[in-house]
């Protein structure tokens, strides 16, 4: 299921932490900063000194053996990177969760990946308590304060901070990435030590083009592999600075990018929106990369953030099942609207009903193959998402004549409407471009005449009145904007969209309160 791994040359015997963290301090780049927390910063040797004390308490104290799976909850901060490298360094399985994950999923979580060790931020351990009691299973769960204090800090007392890696492959897993999906049970990913070079020496070389220099930061947590790549893999795989926050609200990303002189931003859509509000408040103009992920980017924002920063947002479309982003164009290459094109080393494809290509301009379902495989943990939706060696995506695209991929929906995003296939972000795009819109969601509602129509869910900006008046208004600038039958013929005021914790909006829950 791989392509391309020759061209990436990597041995049989790899350890991803000591690629991504030994390596700049055995080749002398040990003084460089690697990561800077709300209370802490440090260089490589210092990250090394502290990923090798952790692995020592691992294996030693905590009987961790090479493919021994280690739950991890926590904000994103320093101690959580480091814990994250030790497991990998010794050979374990790292199973980071959503630090809002309630009880309920991370039994669901810690069932399904069987997963004997939990290292649990001390702020976050009720709801892991309450996840750990009574299991058959049982699980040991360790917590920690701060900067490694608490029972992390009494264990990791008189360790060595010299670790000798077991021989780690190239294909041993060392990552299982949990998909939220929309609804139904989650989903858990495999992925290799060589995977988290991948994504570096593909999307980060080659697209994002990240250097020494390049000061990292973003919004998304690490649970989620988006976060994990541009927070983490990406900026030490080059030896640059990771900057990570706790609370990365909008707020919060503007202040820290001007304080830490940040150079790549990674969050979503929903965030650059917001940011344009704050942009005379806070300087960003550190910033020269803006990455976009995790929902689709919609023209107007691209513009209006090229317009405010005078940058291009990089789109790009990424799955937990391919690790991280495959679809993306380099800025020079960039056309507003369309995600871009397959990364260097993967190959996409839009495929009809029959699983043949689409013609240029014709919709279907998005496949993709690349160096990392989709390989599932024991669930037999492998067969369905995974169909000889291309990984079937939720999405509907189309490919134009000059190979650039656009989306258009998910699969379940389709409306139909009086025999009409509507795509419901097509529409929230339109809306977006009206000056009283700062969010909406579009999902389809049943009606009588026309089976489904299209319904909108509109958070408004500061000054404007969800009335009769503006819907009539928005209603037309659709109808102005894209062929008339799209239009929303419900349109409701709320004040805020259900989202993901990763900042997706959740669909499935308007479409709930449609159908309601
Ligand atoms: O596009 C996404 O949602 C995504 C998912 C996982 C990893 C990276 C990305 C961008």
Redesign the pocket.
Known sequence: DFINLDRLGYPDHLNATVELVDRHVTEGRGDRVAVVGPDVTWTYAELKRQIDRMANVLVEKLGLVPGGRVLLRSANNPTKVALYLAVIKAGGIVVATMPLLRARELTQILDKARIPLALCDAGLIDEMAKAAEGRTEPVRVVTWRGTAGGELGDLLAGMSDRFDPPPTRADDPCLLGFTSGTTGLPKATIHYQRDLLVICDCYAREVLRATPDDVFIGSPPLA???GL?GLVLFPFRVGARAVLLEKAGPADLAAGIARHRATVLFTAPTAYRAMLGLIGQADLSSLRKCVS??ETLPAPTFHAWLTATGLKLMD?????EM???FIASPEDEIRPGATGKPVPGYEARVIDEASQPCPPGVPGRLAVRGPIGCRYLADERQTVYVKDGWNITGDTYLEDADGYFWFQARNDDMIVSAGYNIAGPEVEASLLAHPAVAECGVVAAPCPERGRIVAAYVVLNPGHTGDDALTKALQEHVKNDLAPYKYPRAVHYVPALPKTESGKLQRFALRRQAEA
């Open positions: 989620f592999t988006f790549g992920a995790g790009g479309i990424g799955a937990t690790l991280h982003i």
